[in-house]
């Protein structure tokens, strides 16, 4: 079974930096692009960002267009989320996830995704 791993989380204070990181042990990343997602408690998972594998084209939400940057390292088989200018609306669990981009639909859109990784906690607090 796959397991996706989403690590780097923490608590940072508002203005602050954190990277993210996301891989999988066992698994390549060869046919699948990557998404970073985010749940709070009661609400549902939101889209943050997105790799496309084949050409690098990267996607933002627009409440973090500007601050946070994705970048894939293939070879390496890591997906990295750079967050700076954390706000306290950025709290939230995120999570990485793997799509094989076979289902149509946004890459916002969770069903599209084959894996996910367990989360990992960010805490945006003075």
């Known amino acids: 079974d796959v397991q996706l791993q989403a690590f780097g989380g923490g608590l940072v204070p508002p203005g602050g930096s954190l990277r993210l990181s996301c891989t999988a042990p066992?698994?390549?990343?060869?046919?699948?692009?990557i998404g970073w997602f985010r749940q709070v408690p009661g609400k549902e998972r939101e889209g943050v960002s997105y790799?496309?594998?084949?050409?690098?084209?990267?996607y933002y939400a627009d409440s973090v267009k500007g601050r946070f940057t994705i970048t894939g390292d293939w070879p390496k088989n890591t997906v990295y989320l750079q967050m700076n200018n954390l706000a306290p609306e950025d709290t939230a669990v995120y999570y990485c996830?793997?799509?094989?981009?076979?289902?149509?639909?946004?890459?916002?859109?969770?069903?599209?995704?084959?894996?996910w990784g367990q989360g990992t906690l960010v805490t945006v607090s003075s």
């Open positions: 066992g698994f390549v990343f060869d046919n699948y692009s």
């Open positions: 996830a793997a799509d094989p981009v076979t289902r149509p639909g946004s890459w916002k859109d969770t069903k599209r995704y084959d894996y």
């Open positions: 790799i496309d594998k084949t050409d690098d084209v990267e």
